[in-house]
T-cell receptor
């Protein structure tokens, strides 16, 4: 069974630019989560989808972040415009209720 | 709200045992344990639900003390492959979303 995949694995952009991260969950998983780990800190929750609906977006830092999950399959996380403090590793996880399987993450560097 | 993990780092020789603790100031619905190797995805180890159960996974087991809101991960007869960073993710009661709040991680290094 294929795991959670994320694209790209790395992204380096300049402050003010836009970046879109993609997550493909494990097939059949209704729950999809986004997390972020800033260097040296803990993994922090961003938001949770159930199918295409946002269940909880309490962790989204501000309105520069926009997440979508059209059709309840893959999800995208757009950062526009990117700021220096957005640098970090963005993880996606999917699962049935109660378990979360993580993808390898996208390392975002904002210069 | 963030759970506290201890110790922050531990170095072991192959075959030695280790315990990693995860303590929360909030009532917990569940505790999830993950291991992450550098540059890779965090790997799900196990989940413990409210009820104080203990689970095992090969030579890795964990317990959940509901009264203390604390979970402990036990690594027995450690192997080189156990090296990595261990995270506990807590689901605060009453949870209905699955949102996990993670500890800061415990780095484990197993030496030959």
């Amino acid at each position: 069974e294929a795991g959670v995949t994320q694209f790209p694995s790395h992204s380096v952009i300049e402050k003010g630019q836009t970046v879109t991260l993609r997550c493909d969950p494990i097939s059949g998983h209704d729950n999809l989560y986004w997390y972020r780990r800033v260097m040296g800190k803990e993994i922090k929750f961003l938001l949770h989808f159930v199918k295409e609906s946002k269940q909880d977006e309490s962790g989204m830092p501000n309105n520069r972040f926009l997440a979508e999950r059209t059709g309840g399959t893959y999800s995208t996380l757009k950062v526009q415009p990117a700021e220096l403090e957005d640098s970090g590793v963005y993880f996606c996880a999917s699962g049935p209720r109660g378990k979360q399987f993580f993808g390898p993450g996208t390392r975002l560097t904002v210069l | 709200q963030q759970p506290v993990q201890s110790p922050q780092a531990v170095i072991l020789r192959e075959g030695e045992d280790a315990v990693i603790n995860c303590s929360s100031s909030k009532a917990l619905y569940s505790v999830h344990w993950y291991r992450q190797k550098h540059g890779e995805a965090p790997v799900f180890l196990m989940i413990l639900l409210k009820g104080g159960e203990q689970k095992g996974h090969d030579k890795i087991s964990a317990s959940f003390n509901e009264k203390k809101q604390q979970s402990s991960l036990y690594l027995t007869a450690s192997q080189l492959s156990y090296s990595g960073t261990y995270f506990c993710g807590t689901e605060i009661y009453p949870s209905n979303t699955g949102k996990l709040i993670f500890g800061q991680g415990t780095t484990l290094q197993v030496k030959p």
